[in-house]
């Protein structure tokens, strides 16, 4: 066998294995700043999460990154109701 045919199969494979590389650190975010958001409060809002499965609430007071929380296994619905203490659309 030649040692040019084995000179380019070697270049050859570490080119595919830096290219393998090079899309696996792009794909798992790597070297990428994670974002520092600040929590806000939110408690004047009247937001809830919503199990559709079954029914239970979990009232937002606090946001920061927004993370759907799960439960019976499904993703919960982010419902916003009318405040408790608006007039419910009546004008004077």
Do not use: N
């Amino acid at each position: 066998m030649s040692p040019w045919v084995v000179l380019v199969a070697v270049l050859m494979a570490v080119l595919i294995a830096w290219l393998g590389l090079t899309a696996l650190r792009a794909a798992s975010g790597v070297g990428l700043q994670p974002r520092s958001a600040e929590p806000e409060d939110v408690d004047e809002l009247d937001v809830f999460f919503v199990c559709r499965e079954c029914g239970t609430e979990f009232r937002v007071t606090r946001i920061g990154e927004l993370q759907i929380p799960r439960h019976c296994g499904e993703p919960m619905e982010v419902v916003r109701r009318p405040q408790s203490g608006d007039a419910g659309g009546a004008t004077s």
